[in-house]
């Protein structure tokens, strides 16, 4: 019976192992791409028609974030489709647009706190589970294979 219970602590170990491997790639990997992301350029602030202006947070629903702004006079609004506890109604932001074409817009610093967020979470969850995991699988492991080695092998031999 020991070395039974052994046999499917040993196993249980591995798939512990396993899962800390597979969630720390998993959640650690969108971490690092929503980092990532939260610092992605397409190249819109490069361009030689971009400018900047004072931009408002006008509203917050439903994860979309209204962003209001004023342009030689004609006022814009732009939802963004994603929040930021850091930036309640009232927050003011710098908006860059396009010269030619105000409605068009990017906020980096939303769009870093955002994605960060989410980085952070994704990655700590990642680390978490990581750690959750593998201690159980280790735990396992060894009590799996000292259970095996412990033991008493059965005796078939026939005595006369």
């Known amino acids: 019976m ?6 499917v602590l040993t196993v249980l170990g591995g798939f512990g192992i396993l899962f800390a491997i597979i969630f720390g790639v998993v959640f650690g990997g969108l971490g690092i791409a929503f980092q990532a ?6 190249g819109f602030l490069q361009k030689s028609t971009t ?3 004072y931009g408002e947070v006008v509203s917050v629903e439903d994860s979309v ?5 004023e342009v030689d006079g004609g006022i814009y609004e732009v939802d963004f489709n994603m929040q930021s506890s850091g930036y309640p109604v009232g927050t ?16 980096p610093e939303l769009t ?3 994605f960060g967020t989410l980085g952070g979470v994704f ?8 750690i959750l995991f593998g201690v159980f699988g280790i735990v396992c492991l060894v009590v799996g294979i000292i259970l095996i080695k412990t033991s008493k092998p059965k005796n078939n031999s026939i005595s006369y």
């Open 2 to 7: 020991k070395k039974v219970i052994g046999i």
């Open 37 to 42: 992301n939260s610092n992605s350029d397409d």
């Open 51 to 53: 400018m900047s202006c």
């Open 65 to 69: 974030t209204t962003i209001q702004y």
């Open 92 to 107: 003011g932001v710098t908006v860059y647009y396009n010269d030619n074409q105000p409605e068009e817009c990017r906020v």
């Open 112 to 114: 870093e706190a955002t």
């Open 123 to 130: 990655g700590g969850f990642g680390i978490a589970f990581a």
